[in-house]
């Protein structure tokens, strides 16, 4: 026994510290807290984030929960039951989700509160243009709209997901320039952890994840690998006939544009076809990089 020391004593020391009830865990994590709370048990984080939830709780209204039907917005979702907290949990419809996704949001969350937007992804693509990395505008229209001001969002971000998310060092912070406050209670938590809640607490979850699909999310969006797009295309060819025809119908618009009202379209520089920019979408990168991340600071989009 080095010096003397009971080593159960020594086992209970060297455990990494859980806040007790009532107080408030540290909202920071630096990068080495990261790597120490991969190693935690998923009670050990439970425990943590359901303090997280408790902690930062508004006194007379619910949080603003942000639900996408991925397994982090089903952990959040249950943890925050657990914590007997008040959520009003949102799903954005972005028109292009995976029948599967909305069909287990509609029959294993009712309480969920659909929103729906003023069109369909593919009509707003005649107005917005070719969605690529740099310019997701259906982010905005899909993803963060209808968001209140000076609420507290519940969403399940993970540091694990990006390179741009491991950048963010707390599981509580305030934006200035949309008035929000986001909380993210699992932040530290791994795959693995995410699973083991699932499976230990015997979570309903989307059944893409059985097929081998590590995330779910909107079919064709710009902001995946090319062969991740390509796999969404063969998976769901209903949403690549649907994406196709609106390249071809976004030829058309601005072919029209040009004769009638005299306006260029860079694209017309760079493509000779509907069909050739369809095949350069398909299989670009859409000038990415890896740290423009898909997600704003404060939209839950895959998980
Ligand atoms: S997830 Fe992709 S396709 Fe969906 S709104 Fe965001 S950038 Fe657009």
Redesign the pocket.
Known sequence: MPYGIDPKLLENWNKPRIPIRGERPSDRIDRNELEIMATWTVDQQVERSIQIIKSHQPQHRPYYGCFSGGKDSTVIKALSRMAGANVIWHYNV?T?DPPEVTRYIYQCHKDVVWLKPEMSFFRAMLTHGV?TRKR?W??SI??ERDTPKDVILVLGLRASESPRRRLQTSDFTYNTNTRRYVITPIRSWTDEQVWGFIKKYNIPYCSLYDEGFLRV??V????TEPMNRIAGFERWPGYRKMWRRAFYNLWAENLRKKHVLGKDWTMFDRFNSPEELWLWYCTSDNYGSDLDD?YTDDVD??S
Do not use: E, L, N
Request: aromatic share 12%; with cysteine; net charge positive.
């Open positions: 972005t292009i969605p997701r259906c982010c899909y993803k999310g909107c064709g969006c710009p902001m898909c989009m895959f």
